[in-house]
């Protein structure tokens, strides 16, 4: 059931049927045939239709979460009719669906079940009508066709002014959706009471739905004394930015109240109380008369079939049994619906959005993360194996081979059993064309141990630089500490310098005046700064011998890493001349003749080092390297 098809269904299980409070509605320019005045300090609405008046309390009555539409859109006309030309039809809005890309594989679209297909989208700013209709009236034995009908003459409109409006029925719920753009019709449709359909009157009973971009939340302990104005008003204010509308729950202390959005606010002011508000999640519907879902009594188009209200049993009364209480949503041992069942309540579509998004964003993880990796530039594939060699080859495995004297030793017992027999291949047989000779496998392997020693080194060059850029930092905090002591020493020696002075002239001035000093005392203050002066030479002189040890470890440590440096660049650069001369080593070298006997996994025999090309090709990318050395240093000097 798509999104517009579930908020007529959600708002058909409220308990609180179809009452309304009276909200203040802004006023907006209609057309022509209408038109809307707000009189007085409590802005009476007044709508004229066809040359009839609609009251305030008409207009308020019977017409649901009708106010909340006015608040939403900042007006009470939606917008203005439109004509049938200008009207989303149903062929383009299912087109437009049809069209959107599809995330799903071709697999999971096959193994996906089959499922009936969806109602096309209703228009998004529409106002939607639920009609619901009793006394077993059952749309699945009705056409479409002859519902609209019945339900224009109830409502007293023509069939060109509601050529726009959509009908859809709903068979699960047993209920009517209608879709408007005007108001106006939307006010004529929830005044219905009862239609008529041939020569039998069915009652009815219409409400408006909350808008489509919208979600409800529940507050408990409200007051009881509260009128249905006084909870609109107390809800509705400037502290409830996104608040809609609010109403009673039927009889109980709790309030329903629709918000703008999609996010429903953790607490709401009411009067200025705070009050925590919660997620409205609406029961399963469960009909007391027949025992089925998806609809309740009042709708219910079966109320002559008796069942068992304990077990589901249809037609208890005509023979007698044991009833065993079972739940029809978890399955348990307990009545259909009842408190204790964990799946009483429907989870709410927000919820469902949530859940959905997750899903998705981790099915394109599993996508991204399947995808076959890219090769780089440096390091391709394989080329494809030439007709000629591939010829080469089949001509050598037709020949006839000569089994060996011993026996090769399997590895792995237990696949000895299930491992099956090896055949030699014909000259037509397609499988041994896809054969890689030993040469080109050598290349391979040595290219992949080059590249990664190549890796290896530049991660070990990069730390060398993380570590040589550490070294300078703490090399420029050392120069810095050992500035400011510097200019620190220097203060004390200006301080110390004048004090000494000082101590010295008003001594000989006050000679006279003051008594003598003893012998003692007057050397050690004639000592004292004499003594502060040696103490801080030999500080300055430690510092010094300090500072420039540290000096001389760093200067040692960055001539290392440079050499080091210098002794990594030679390595790679006779590492790019080995893997560069590699091939042209392998091609020139003699294809080593058939081996009879068991395929050894080694590229080379065990005991006798590298093949003779190697260590060529070894001395050849030293010397070439050494030149190059020389050649750098002769220009660097």
């Known amino acids: 059931?798509?999104?517009?098809?579930?908020?007529?269904?959600?708002?058909?299980?409220?308990?609180?049927?179809?009452?309304?409070?009276s909200a203040v509605v802004a006023s907006a320019p209609g057309d022509a045939s209408t038109s809307h005045q707000v009189i007085g300090a409590a802005l009476r609405l007044v709508t004229t239709v066809t040359s009839e008046s609609i009251s305030q309390e008409e207009y308020e009555d019977n017409t649901g979460w009708l106010q909340c539409y006015g608040r939403k859109h900042g007006r009470t006309s939606p917008r203005h009719p439109m004509?049938?030309?200008?009207?989303?039809?149903?062929?383009?809005?299912?087109?437009?669906?049809?069209?959107?890309?599809?995330?799903?594989?071709?697999?999971?679209?096959?193994?996906?079940?089959?499922?009936?297909?969806?109602?096309?989208?209703?228009?998004?700013?529409?106002?939607?009508?639920?009609?619901?209709?009793?006394?077993?009236?059952?749309?699945?034995?009705?056409?479409?066709a002859t519902l609209r009908d019945s339900i224009l003459r109830a409502a007293g409109l023509e069939q060109e002014l509601a050529s726009t409006d959509i009908f859809r029925a709903n068979q699960t719920q047993n209920i009517v959706v209608i879709s408007t753009a005007l108001l106006e019709r939307a006010v004529r449709y929830t005044r219905i009471e009862q239609i008529k359909i041939g020569e039998t009157t069915y009652a009815t009973r219409a409400y408006v739905t909350p808008p489509e971009n919208s979600v409800r939340g529940v507050i408990h302990n409200i007051p009881p004394y509260d009128s249905p104005e006084d909870i609109a008003r107390s809800v509705v204010y400037s502290r409830n930015p996104t608040a809609l509308h609010a109403r009673r729950m039927g009889q109980t202390n709790s309030a329903i109240i629709p918000f703008s959005g999609?996010?429903?606010?953790?607490?709401?002011?009411?009067?200025?109380?705070?009050?925590?508000?919660?997620?409205?999640?609406?029961?399963?519907?469960?009909?007391?008369?027949?025992?089925?879902?998806?609809?309740?009594?009042?709708?219910?188009?079966?109320?002559?079939?008796?069942?068992?209200?304990?077990?589901?049993?249809?037609?208890?009364?005509?023979?007698?049994?044991e009833c065993v209480v079972k739940c029809a949503l978890c399955g348990k041992d307990h009545p259909t619906g009842d408190k204790q069942c964990k799946q009483r309540y429907r989870t709410p579509f927000v919820l469902k959005q949530r859940q959905w998004r997750r899903q998705r964003s981790r099915s394109q993880k599993r996508d991204s993360s399947r995808r076959r990796r890219d090769r780089s530039v440096s390091f391709p594939r394989l080329p494809p194996v030439d007709s000629s060699s591939q010829k080469n080859n089949n001509e050598k495995s037709s020949k006839p081979q000569r089994h060996s004297r011993?026996?090769?030793?399997?590895?792995?017992?237990?696949?000895?059993?299930?491992?099956?027999?090896?055949?030699?291949?014909?000259?037509?047989?397609?499988?041994?064309?896809?054969q890689v000779s030993w040469s080109a496998k050598a290349s391979q392997t040595a290219r992949a141990g080059a590249q990664t020693l190549v890796i290896h080194i530049r991660a070990k060059q990069d730390n060398e630089?993380?570590?040589?850029?550490?070294?300078?930092?703490?090399?420029?905090?050392?120069?810095?500490?050992?500035?400011?002591?510097?200019?620190?020493?220097?203060?004390?020696?200006?301080?110390?310098?004048?004090?000494?002075?000082?101590?010295?002239?008003?001594?000989?001035?006050?000679?006279?005046?003051?008594?003598?000093?003893?012998?003692?005392?007057?050397?050690?203050?004639?000592?004292?700064?004499?003594?502060?002066?040696?103490?801080?030479?030999?500080?300055?002189?430690?510092?010094?011998?300090?500072?420039?040890?540290?000096?001389?470890?760093?200067?040692?440590?960055?001539?290392?890493?440079?050499?080091?440096?210098?002794?990594?660049?030679?390595?790679?650069?006779?590492?790019?001349?080995?893997?560069?001369?590699?091939?042209?080593?392998?091609?020139?070298?003699?294809?080593?003749p058939q081996q009879v006997g068991p395929i050894r996994s080694s590229l080379f025999p065990r005991g006798h080092g590298a093949p003779p090309y190697a260590e060529a090709v070894q001395v050849s990318a030293v010397q070439t390297a050494s030149d190059h050395h020389g050649a750098r240093t002769r220009q660097t000097q």
């Open 262 to 321: 999609s996010k429903v606010p953790y607490f709401v002011y009411y009067r200025g109380a705070e009050y925590r508000c919660y997620i409205h999640k609406k029961k399963h519907e469960v009909c007391s008369a027949c025992g089925k879902l998806g609809h309740r009594k009042d709708v219910c188009s079966w109320p002559e079939h008796a069942f068992c209200s304990v077990c589901g049993v249809a037609d208890p009364m005509e023979e007698e049994h």
């Open 465 to 592: 630089q993380e570590e040589l850029q550490s070294i300078r930092a703490i090399l420029d905090q050392v120069l810095a500490e050992n500035r400011h002591l510097k200019a620190e020493l220097a203060q004390i020696k200006r301080s110390c310098t004048p004090a000494t002075s000082s101590a010295g002239t008003p001594a000989s001035h006050s000679f006279e005046e003051n008594p003598p000093r003893s012998k003692r005392r007057a050397e050690e203050a004639a000592d004292r700064p004499s003594q502060e002066r040696h103490q801080m030479e030999q500080l300055e002189q430690r510092f010094k011998q300090g500072f420039e040890e540290l000096q001389c470890a760093v200067n040692s440590l960055a001539t290392a890493l440079a050499n080091f440096r210098e002794t990594i660049d030679l390595k790679v650069t006779a590492l790019e001349f080995n893997v560069a001369q590699l091939p042209s080593a392998c091609t020139s070298s003699p294809t080593p």
């Open 1 to 21: 059931m798509p999104e517009q098809a579930r908020a007529p269904a959600a708002a058909a299980g409220d308990h609180g049927g179809a009452e309304a409070t």
């Open 406 to 434: 011993s026996k090769s030793k399997n590895r792995n017992p237990d696949s000895a059993e299930t491992a099956p027999l090896r055949q030699p291949c014909s000259t037509g047989t397609p499988d041994c064309t896809t």
């Open 83 to 144: 004509d049938a030309s200008d009207a989303p039809s149903a062929d383009h809005r299912s087109a437009h669906s049809a069209t959107q890309p599809s995330h799903e594989t071709k697999a999971q679209h096959q193994n996906r079940p089959i499922q009936r297909p969806r109602f096309p989208r209703l228009p998004k700013d529409d106002i939607k009508v639920v009609i619901r209709l009793r006394d077993g009236l059952n749309v699945a034995r009705i056409s479409e």
